[in-house]
C-alpha cells in the first residue's frame, strides 16, 4: 500500500488517461477493427477495446479495466509497476470530448463519402489478395472489374460497398504485411456493405477477406460461388445485413459465417435467434480462426500434394 502513495493524484488521473489503442499498438500487438468502436487485439483469448469509453474486456478470463490493469493484465506487473510504465513514455491521451463528438456523429446524417485516391496499378492488391491471402484471381478480377475492389495511392486494398450503383461504405486493408493496417473512410455507412452474388442464399462474414476466401473455398470443391450472395458486415453489427435483406425479399437462407472465437460465435447465436422466425438459418464455422486461415491451410495441403505428387 505505501508504493501506491508514492504518486500524486494527478500521475494516477495521467496514467489511467493513456489512449488504450494507442498503448497496445506502440507494445507492437495485433489488432483490427470489430465495431464503430471497438477493436481486438489478437492473441489474448478475446481481447477487446472499447476506444468511446477508454476501457478493455477479456471475455475468456473475465477481466477489464483501464490502461493501469491492461499492463497488470498483459504483463503481469505490479500496480506501481503498471504505472510507472505509462509515466515514462509519451503516450497519446484519451480525448473524452473527442470520442463524445465521434460517436454523436455516428447517429447522424453522414456528409459525402470520398473515395480513396486510385492509384495507377493493381499489382500491390493482387499481390497481396492472390499470393498472400491465397483468393482465388479469377474472383478477384471479378470483384476488381465490378469496382468493388482497386487499390488506392498508398497501396491499400479498397473495399467498397453500394447503393444504386453509388458508393457508400469504404473499408482500407494494407497490403504490406509487416505493418498491419485496417480502416473506414469517413462518412462510411455500414448499412452498404461490401457484397457480391446472386441468389436466394445469404453467407455472412467479418470481412472482404473472409467472403472472398468462402467463395475461394466453394470453387476448389467445384462448386459455382456466384450463386450465392456473399457479404461482409465490416465487424460484427447486422446494420448491412438488415439493410441487405430489405432490398432483397427473395432471400430464404441465412448462413452465419463469423469469426470462429469467442465474439463470434456469441454474436452468430444472437443473430441465429434474431432472424429464425423469417429465414432459414445456421451458423457455418470456420476450421481455424476464420475461413482466409481455413484457405491458406488448404491451399499449403494442396501444393504438398502436387509436390508428392510429382515425386
Not at 492509384?119 to 478480377?141: E, M, P, Q, W
Not at 444472437?270 to 451458423?283: A, F, G, Q, S
Request: hydrophobic share 30%; aromatic share 12%; with cysteine.
Amino acid at each position: 500500500m505505501y508504493e501506491e502513495h508514492r504518486f500524486t493524484e494527478e500521475e494516477i488521473t495521467k496514467a489511467n488517461n493513456v489512449s488504450l489503442i494507442d498503448y497496445v499498438q506502440s507494445s507492437g500487438l495485433k489488432v483490427e477493427k470489430a465495431g464503430d468502436n471497438y477493436y481486438h487485439v489478437r492473441g489474448f483469448g478475446g481481447l477487446y477495446i472499447d476506444t468511446s469509453r477508454n476501457k478493455w474486456n477479456c471475455f475468456s478470463q473475465n477481466k477489464g479495466g483501464g490502461p493501469i490493469q491492461l499492463i497488470m493484465f498483459l504483463e503481469n506487473k505490479t500496480w506501481v509497476e503498471a504505472v510507472k510504465q505509462l509515466l515514462g513514455k509519451n503516450y497519446i491521451h484519451y480525448n473524452y470530448q473527442k470520442e463524445v463528438k465521434n460517436d454523436r456523429r455516428i447517429t447522424e446524417k453522414k456528409g459525402e463519402i470520398v473515395l480513396p485516391e486510385k492509384n495507377s496499378t493493381y499489382k500491390h492488391v493482387f499481390a497481396y489478395l492472390i499470393k498472400t491471402r491465397g483468393i482465388d484471381k479469377d474472383i478477384v478480377n471479378s470483384l476488381v472489374k465490378e469496382k468493388k475492389i482497386y487499390e488506392d495511392k498508398n497501396r491499400n486494398c479498397v473495399f467498397v460497398g453500394y447503393s444504386e450503383n453509388e458508393p457508400k461504405y469504404v473499408a482500407k486493408h494494407g497490403t504490406n504485411t509487416s505493418q498491419k493496417y485496417k480502416g473506414e473512410v469517413l462518412n462510411s455507412n455500414k448499412a452498404f456493405p461490401f457484397l457480391f452474388g446472386k441468389g436466394n442464399t445469404v453467407y455472412v462474414f467479418e470481412s472482404p477477406i473472409d467472403a472472398m476466401s468462402h467463395a475461394t473455398l466453394a470453387k476448389i470443391k467445384g462448386l459455382d460461388w456466384q450463386n450465392q450472395y456473399r457479404l461482409s458486415l465490416g465487424g460484427l453489427s447486422d446494420m448491412g445485413l438488415d439493410s441487405f435483406l430489405k432490398e432483397n425479399p427473395n432471400i430464404k437462407n441465412i448462413f452465419f459465417c463469423l469469426d470462429n472465437d469467442n465474439p463470434g460465435r456469441t454474436t452468430a447465436e444472437k443473430y441465429i435467434e434474431k432472424y429464425k422466425d423469417r429465414y432459414n438459418v445456421d451458423i457455418q464455422k470456420s476450421n481455424l480462426k476464420d475461413f482466409n486461415e481455413d484457405l491458406l491451410a488448404t491451399v499449403k495441403k494442396k501444393l504438398i500434394l502436387e509436390d508428392e505428387l510429382e515425386i
